[in-house]
């Protein structure tokens, strides 16, 4: 099982940035899949999932009507699309399967976004 | 959303020693609880879930017990690859939510 975060990078304010997490190693369209997220040097985040299917996705209120998190199972791969970013969305995202157990327990390595003018 | 608040938020403690964090959720959660390790720049790792079953791999000197609202981890005898950070996760209703972390440092 492997997860492999991409998209990362800087962005100004108010802007948007895609984020994508492809999966190899499982039967991806078979699991939900999480974002998480990590400001430098503080906690977690939970920030959405979606479902299998991608017919259900529930968000934190941080960032619900900002980010969009979707899935293409034909590419193995699920997006966030982050939109009207802000500073305090600086952080490191990981995502995260739920594969083995009803709890993320497959993750990504993560990829770093700064939001910067 | 369900808040979860974890004490102590950092810990010194020595190789051998027995260690117990706590997790207190807002509103009773069932079972639905999950203990997580992170060590610096690293992805976290599912250490416990369901409240009490560890996971494929993990050593038994981690344990879990709780219910409703109050939880906890415990590490019978602290070994030096224990030293990190712990976070629980609810998993009862969206949004879930993570408490803030224990560090657990070296005495």
């Known amino acids: 099982v492997q997860l492999v975060d991409s998209g990362g990078g800087v962005v100004q304010p108010g802007k948007s940035l895609r984020l994508a997490c492809e999966g190899s190693?499982?039967?991806?369209?078979?699991?939900?899949m999480h974002w998480v997220r990590q400001a430098p040097g503080k906690g977690l985040e939970w920030l959405a999932v979606?479902?299998?299917?991608?017919?259900?996705?529930y968000y934190a209120n941080s960032v619900k009507g900002r980010f969009t998190i979707s899935r293409d199972n034909s590419m193995n791969t699920m997006y966030l699309q982050m939109d009207s970013v802000r500073p305090e969305d600086t952080a490191v995202y990981f995502c995260?399967?739920?594969?083995?157990?009803?709890?993320?327990?497959?993750w990504g390595q993560g990829t770093l976004v700064i939001v910067s003018s | 959303a369900i808040q979860m608040t974890q004490s102590p938020s950092s810990l010194s403690a020595s190789v051998g020693d027995r260690v117990t964090i706590t997790c207190r959720a807002s509103q009773g959660i069932s079972n639905d609880l999950g203990w997580y390790q992170q060590k610096p720049g690293k992805a976290p790792k599912l250490l416990i879930y369901?409240?009490?079953t560890l996971q494929s791999g993990v050593p038994s000197r981690f344990s879990g017990r709780g219910s409703g609202t109050d939880f906890t981890l415990t590490i019978a005898s602290l070994q030096p690859e224990d030293f990190a950070t712990y976070y629980c996760?609810?998993?009862?209703?969206?949004?879930?939510?993570f408490g803030q972390g224990t560090t657990v440092d070296v005495k």
């Open positions: 979606v479902s299998y299917d991608g017919n259900k996705k």
């Open positions: 369901s409240v009490s």
């Open positions: 996760l609810q998993d009862n209703s969206y949004p879930w939510t």
């Open positions: 995260a399967g739920t594969i083995g157990t009803d709890y993320p327990d497959f």
């Open positions: 190693g499982f039967t991806f369209r078979g699991y939900g």
